[in-house]
């Protein structure tokens, strides 16, 4: 447990390092006055959204576990969805989310096989609806990013949808594992196995997004309503802040912001998702306002989970599942 405290110290260290960073560099004279003009009607506003997206996310969790042939209670798919905000905040590059869902699916009855299969799933339909909207996003906000043209980025964007769909078409076929057979020869054994069970889990993944695709269409719509309620989040409040919100730019923003948190290094994006906001959201709001934005949207969407998160963590587990897990 010496080992918890000490990283539940760290990460409110880093939070609350982060946040007061981003608000002192951001803040000024006009700040206060354009505070006193928030309504709080959007902070219960933008907590409905929170509660609709975690809902869906933890119905398309059921019903992903249905596909596989096994059956969880709406209760243990919130378990699952909240064991993922805690433990990825806790761990670098979020990869202890993963595990925890692992676990916690295990808890519910869902062998280990088919508990890491349906975690990859989960994280691929998320990734796949995000890609979709790539070309949305330029279409509404074609100088997103400078010097690229919205020919060059829809393009781009055609091209990755591309590579997802040849990728999912590789992985059916044997190919994928004589190549990683021929490429990791030199390997050691450890570090070779664990490739391997990565292929393993991916290809795995890939037949079950294909073995039901009505059901899996259905997923993928719920995975698509839980981002998107989530990604509501920030234009709910912008409008509190008495902005006149632009909903398209807005959300191909925050879509944008969260394919790169996906591939963030830090702690549940840590750093990166505060200072993307900031660079992604400043010409949005009024000035000095943007760094407290940021820092009520990230203790809303990411914090708050994280709280309940670990209050479900030790009421399933107990304390010591966090003594034997935070490594």
Same mark, same amino acid.
């Given at each position: ?41 959007? /902070?219960?506003? $933008? @907590?409905?959204?929170?509660? #609709? =997206? +975690? ?8 019903? !992903? &576990? ?92 055609? /091209?990755?949808? $591309? @590579?997802?769909?040849?990728? #999912? =078409? +590789? ?8 190549? !990683? &057979? ?146």
């Amino acid at each position: 447990m010496i080992k918890f405290y000490q990283r539940l110290i760290l990460l409110l260290l880093l939070v609350a390092g982060i946040s007061s960073i981003v608000i002192y560099f951001t803040v000024d004279i006009h700040t206060l006055n354009h505070l006193d003009r928030f309504q709080s009607w959007s /902070l219960v506003l $933008a @907590l409905v959204f929170l509660i #609709i =997206g +975690l809902y869906f996310d933890g119905i398309r969790l059921m019903h !992903l &576990v249905s596909i596989s042939g096994e059956k969880i209670r709406l209760i243990e798919a919130v378990h699952v969805v909240f064991s993922n905000y805690f433990l990825a905040l806790l761990t670098p590059g979020a990869a202890g989310g993963a595990v925890a869902q692992v676990l916690f699916l295990r808890k519910a009855g869902v062998p280990t096989g088919k508990a890491t299969v349906l975690i990859v799933v989960r994280t691929l339909l998320s990734i796949f609806f995000l890609v979709l909207c790539i070309p949305v996003v330029f279409y509404y906000d074609p100088n997103i990013i400078p010097g690229l043209s919205e020919n060059v980025l829809t393009l781009v964007s055609a /091209l990755l949808f $591309a @590579l997802i769909l040849g990728m #999912i =078409g +590789l992985f059916r076929t044997s190919l994928p594992y004589y190549w !990683l &057979v021929a490429l990791t020869k030199r390997f050691s054994h450890s570090y070779r196995r664990r490739i391997f069970l990565t292929y393993r889990d991916i290809r795995g993944a890939v037949f079950m997004l294909s073995s039901a695709p009505i059901s899996m269409c259905k997923v993928f719509i719920e995975s698509a309503i839980s981002l998107l309620a989530l990604y509501s989040v920030v234009p709910v409040l912008f409008m509190g802040m008495g902005v006149a919100v632009n909903i398209p730019q807005i959300m191909g923003r925050m879509i944008l912001l969260n394919i790169l948190l996906y591939f963030a290094p830090t702690p549940g994006g840590s750093g990166i998702a505060e200072g993307g906001f900031v660079f992604l959201f400043s010409s949005f709001l009024p000035s000095g306002t943007v760094g407290i934005a940021a820092v009520a949207w990230r203790i809303i969407v990411e914090y708050l989970p994280f709280i309940i998160g670990l209050y479900f963590t030790i009421k399933v587990f107990g304390q010591k599942f966090l003594a034997n897990h935070i490594k």
